[in-house]
């Protein structure tokens, strides 16, 4: 089983780096010379464990315009550029091919199944942690759950015709409802990641000021009725209580959506708290916070940008 992953990222790195590990067949595919040759420069995927220990994986890249078909790929781009990452290959892709899409947020999953409704498409969410020092340098800062399940209305194929076994570190798991799943991630991180970001704090600081806890639990009653509007029953218990207990467990970290503000980065805000905020005006519910949230990190990340 061959496997190509477009966004040799953080999270495309470490996929990359395990199957490699793991004698599977692995291909990145990379956008521009100049990223083929950072790789060359890197002499492969270095990646470094919890333990600190460094390990070199020379695992081999194309780039996008390659013509060799494409049978199992793994896309972990950012949310914003899942569905023009899989428009640029989409040519290559075989008729059978599985596509799986890793990414935080919700939005482009439903786009990509109304795009290309031939693909056997899967979702993918994890709770793995990690980050680039440099460019194919990852450091993995947390070992965690990865759910995959299929969102395309095809039959679907048990888990082994999927994902090849061992996978290396990672902790991969086949998901009935991955859409619930998907749901539960985004309206934690509408919770937790634009009030970090607004007011640069890490996650604790919303379990520490009142202010700020008082504003998560707005947060968290309104994404509770989108979710319920949408058929989404969330959590067993109240989505606040979820979401005091995740920044509680994390207090000492900066969310990821801080973290691409700090570095000018674009962040994920359309596909988390933008997703939900259109949810919310299809169905006539009123989100006043959340859409305040999602114009205030709008702003922010625009007004960095250009700064
Ligand atoms: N990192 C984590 O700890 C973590 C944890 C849980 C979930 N997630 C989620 O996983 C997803 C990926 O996160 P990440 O941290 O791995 O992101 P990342 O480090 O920013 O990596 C994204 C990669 O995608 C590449 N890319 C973007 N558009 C592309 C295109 N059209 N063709 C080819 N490559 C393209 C970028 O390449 P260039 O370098 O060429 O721009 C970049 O290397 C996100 O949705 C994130 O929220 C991440």
Redesign the pocket.
Known sequence: MHWHI?????????WAAQLYKSKHDVTL????KE?LQQLCESKGIIYQSLNAESCAYNVGAEL?KNNTPIKNLL?????Y??I??LK??AGRLTSDANVVL????LGPQQEAVKLFPELSLWAA????????NA?FHVVR??H?ETLIGMISKKKPLTYNDLIPSPCGDLNISLSANIEHKLWC?VAI?AAINPLTALNNCKNGALVSNTVLTKKMQTVCQEVEMIAAACGQDLFDKPLYEMAISIANATAENYS?MLQDIKQK?PT?IE?ITGFLCKQADKLNCNAPENNLLLQQVKQLSTAISSA
Do not use: W
């Open positions: 477009l966004g040799a990222g953080a999270i495309g790195c470490i595919i990379l956008r521009s990223r996008v896309i972990c781009t950012k949310a550029s899942t023009s990452a640029s290959v890793l990414q935080n947020g969410t994890t709770t793995d942690g990690a980050y680039l460019p800062a947390g965690g991630k991180n990821s980065r994920e596909q």
